[in-house]
């Protein structure tokens, strides 16, 4: 169900599918998203400092009558928020915006060349500090994690990236699992971009599911954390509408065959 967690290296449990809200705007759009999200029984949501509606996200939450710790919350410190001290303040400027103590989840977005160590060290301090209750990367490769050992004391306990069928991360998910960071999808729909793939079609046809419905169900079978994007209420009840089927060895070979590792957003060596 949409309680159903996975567990992070630090015992911290994380709802397996949540709500992203990038590109929902600030104020009632985002509000109401999060509100409708929160009712059909979503218990995880995914901002950012960069979307601008962090908010509004903490105003439904403290709206929704569900009690601030049934909720996990991530967001993220933008590209120009990076360094240890900037970091530091950032969070702060954060948590203010979302009107809490603390947030579930602290990523860093991008992998800032020169900067992501120091602002890796501000996220250990804010952990201990208990102003998240883990912390973690996001668009990180393995090079970029190993730069980051060399200095870390505690291990990124999420890597966000992007993930969908069409890019499925094997070499990035490999790696991580052998370090214990939980991958999460993000893009997870594909930006619902081809939804007409044959394969999609085909599994959808047979379960009398939805091409969407299909791609999540895939992620959750996988133990990927995924937080597809929508504001329309019967979107929202559609994408976690996937505890009622399986998908079966062979339905799960053919998604891999989707995989042609193709991006949509940016790579994490060229982002600017
Ligand atoms: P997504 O793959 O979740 O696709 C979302 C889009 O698909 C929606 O805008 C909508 O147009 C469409 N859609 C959603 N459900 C649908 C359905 N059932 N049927 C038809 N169309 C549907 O893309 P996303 O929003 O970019 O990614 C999800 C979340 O990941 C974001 O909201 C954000 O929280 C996070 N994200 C993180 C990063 C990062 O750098 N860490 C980058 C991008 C996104």
Redesign the pocket.
């Known amino acids: 169900s949409l309680t159903t967690t996975l567990t992070l290296s630090n015992e911290t449990e994380i709802p397996a599918i949540g709500?992203?809200?990038?590109?929902?705007e600030a104020g009632d759009e985002v509000y109401q998203a999060v509100r409708s999200a929160i009712e059909i029984g979503y218990r995880h949501i995914?901002?950012?400092s960069l979307?601008g509606n962090e908010e509004g996200v903490g105003k439904a939450i403290k709206d929704s009558g569900i009690p601030r710790e049934k909720i996990f919350v991530t967001t993220?410190v933008w590209n120009d928020e990076q360094g240890f001290e900037e970091t530091k303040t950032a969070i702060n400027r954060s948590l203010d915006r979302l009107g809490m103590d603390y947030v579930d989840l602290y990523?860093i977005?991008?992998p800032v060349p020169g900067k992501f160590t120091d602002t890796w060290k501000a996220l250990e301090a804010i952990y201990q500090e208990g102003k998240a209750k883990a912390i973690g990367v996001?668009?990180f490769l393995p090079h970029h994690l190993k730069e980051l050992f060399k200095e870390a004391k505690t291990k990124p306990m999420v890597n966000?990236?992007?993930l969908?069928p069409q890019l499925q991360q094997e070499e990035t998910r490999t790696f991580c699992q052998e370090h214990g960071i939980l991958v999460e999808?993000?893009?997870?729909?594909?930006?619902?971009s081809y939804?007409d793939h044959p394969v999609l079609q085909e599994l959808a046809k047979k379960h009398e599911k939805?091409?969407?419905?299909i791609i999540v169900r895939w992620q959750y079978q996988s133990g990927i954390i995924t937080?597809?994007?929508?504001?329309?209420k019967h979107?929202?009840e559609?994408?976690v509408n996937i505890f009622d089927f399986e998908l079966s060895d062979e339905d799960m070979a053919k998604m891999a065959g989707m995989n042609e590792e193709k991006r949509?957003?940016k790579h994490p060596d060229e982002f600017d």
């Not at 939805?210 to 419905?213: F, G």
């Open positions: 709500l992203g809200v990038y590109k929902v995914d901002t950012a979307y993220k990523l977005h991008w996001s668009n966000q990236i992007e969908h999808a993000w893009a997870p729909l594909g930006k619902a939804f939805t091409p969407a419905q937080i597809p994007k929508s504001i329309h979107r929202q559609e994408n949509i957003g």
